[in-house]
């Protein structure tokens, strides 16, 4: 997701502007038949100048990083407001956070992500050669990880992170590529007694030392790979909505995050070589649970991908023009099927967006106009509504198809998303999805 746009729950917000330093935010509260919500648009203008953002629409919290004023600023502040009227959160008691950049006069930029008292900051420069993570506790103005790559070890010798996500509440995920020992997710405790105060951890000596869990990547075909990038994606639902605020939620039964790990490459002929590896957060969060409760080990358990791989599932992206996303305990990704018109061989193509769910069934989807559940095989169909702009010319058709279990997860199909040049990127929110026809207007479809 681009450093201009965020989701949350039901809301959606992008950057009011295609320049940075950003100024203001524009929020989209989406339209919900079974929460009985109606939609809602508003903008916070005149905020402090920052790169990039994000937010906790069920916190009320907006986290703003800061833009550095020249290339010799070392300090970054991060802003902790309120997503709904711009002004500081009541319970950030401390002032703003603020992070130390390793080096100066370096061409960098921000990722950051939040999930219940986690703020998590990324920041990578130097043309992906350096990465460095902060964790802080928001609330009490903590800095609980951090971590960087040391910039004078030999190459070979460097364990090189790529990419991180906030797993829940208190765990982060990093990965590493093609670039390090060995391909790996590594999951760290970032309230673990382990960990030291205040001190910025060498990520080579930091999963040796203290990381909780380490997993092994699948091996992909090894002749014909030459740089692995392996990144990351992970929208859990907030842990600290109240039961008020997800009352008739339709997926927030949906059990565990997804965690979405996204392994690009190219071949001998420089043909795109891409995996889509989902991992039920149970795969990660079940052993953490189990670890906690044990005496520390002096390394971490590695969890070979034999082991594992039986609960994911690995789909082939090489073909796909539009990434996979994530949402709680959904993945989804966009494809391609042939629609019949009836006569023989005539038809067309439709795009399909398949949505994997991950959990048990919680019935949500059934028909609510049926008070009398008569038909137990109805199913709500999605509301279509423009989000940003008025649709121009073009058409589309739409419908839910009947929830079928296929396997480890429960698959929904989302069929006839047709419209001319619709393979613009897409994006689950908490009650559907939400569609960006080449940036010219948004659709959301949402039950």
Not at 5 to 21: E, H, N, T
Not at 66 to 83: R, T
Not at 231 to 246: G, I, R, W
Not at 381 to 391: F, Q, R
């Amino acid at each position: 997701m681009s450093s201009k746009f965020c989701i949350s729950g039901p809301v959606l917000a992008q950057a009011a502007s295609d320049v940075k330093p950003y100024t203001a935010i524009e929020f989209y509260a989406l339209k919900s038949k079974i929460r009985g919500t109606e939609p809602r648009i508003w903008t916070l203008d005149d905020l402090p100048e920052f790169e990039t953002f994000c937010f906790d629409w069920y916190q009320d919290l907006l986290v703003l990083v800061e833009s550095p004023d020249d290339e010799d600023d070392y300090e970054v502040l991060l802003y902790l407001l309120q997503c709904t009227t711009g002004e500081e959160h009541p319970d950030n008691l401390y002032g703003s956070l603020y992070l130390e950049l390793p080096t100066e006069g370096v061409d960098g930029w921000f990722h950051v992500q939040v999930c219940g008292g986690l703020v998590a900051v990324h920041y990578e420069y130097g043309d992906h050669l350096f990465f460095e993570l902060w964790v802080f506790d928001w609330r009490e103005n903590r800095l609980l990880l951090h971590l960087g790559v040391d910039e004078e070890s030999p190459k070979e010798e460097r364990w090189k992170p790529h990419d991180f996500a906030l797993l829940d509440s208190r765990h982060v995920v990093v990965s590493t590529g093609s670039n390090s020992p060995q391909q790996i997710l590594a999951v760290f405790d970032c309230y673990s007694d382990n960990l030291p105060i205040h001190e910025r951890l060498l990520f080579t000596t930091a999963v040796s030392r203290y990381a909780s869990l380490v997993l092994e990547l699948p091996p992909l075909i090894p002749v014909l790979l030459k740089e692995l990038f392996v990144t990351l994606h992970c929208n859990p639902d907030c842990p600290s909505a109240l039961a008020s605020q997800v009352a008739n939620a339709p997926f927030r039964a949906g059990g565990s995050p997804v965690l979405l790990v996204c392994l690009s490459t190219y071949d001998a002929n420089d043909k795109d070589v891409m995996y889509d590896l989902i991992i039920p957060g149970d795969v990660l969060l079940s052993p953490l649970s189990k670890l906690r409760a044990r005496k520390r080990r002096k390394a971490p358990p590695h969890i070979h991908w034999k082991t594992y791989a039986r609960k994911c599932q690995l789909i082939d992206m090489s073909e796909s023009f539009v990434d996979g996303v994530v949402h709680g305990s959904r993945y989804a990704s966009l494809g391609k099927a042939w629609q019949s018109t009836g006569a023989p061989h005539e038809g067309e193509f439709l795009d399909v967006i398949t949505v994997y769910h991950f959990g048990p069934l919680a019935g949500m989807l059934r028909n609510a106009d049926d008070d009398n559940h008569r038909n137990r095989d109805s199913v709500l169909s999605p509301s279509v509504s423009t989000v940003l702009k008025d649709p121009g010319s073009g058409w589309y058709r739409s419908h839910w198809k009947k929830p079928r279990k296929v396997g480890a997860p429960y698959q929904y199909t989302w069929t006839g998303l047709a419209l001319p040049d619709s393979g613009g990127p897409f994006y689950l929110v908490e009650d559907g999805l939400v569609i960006n026809y080449d940036d010219v207007e948004m659709r959301a479809y949402t039950f």
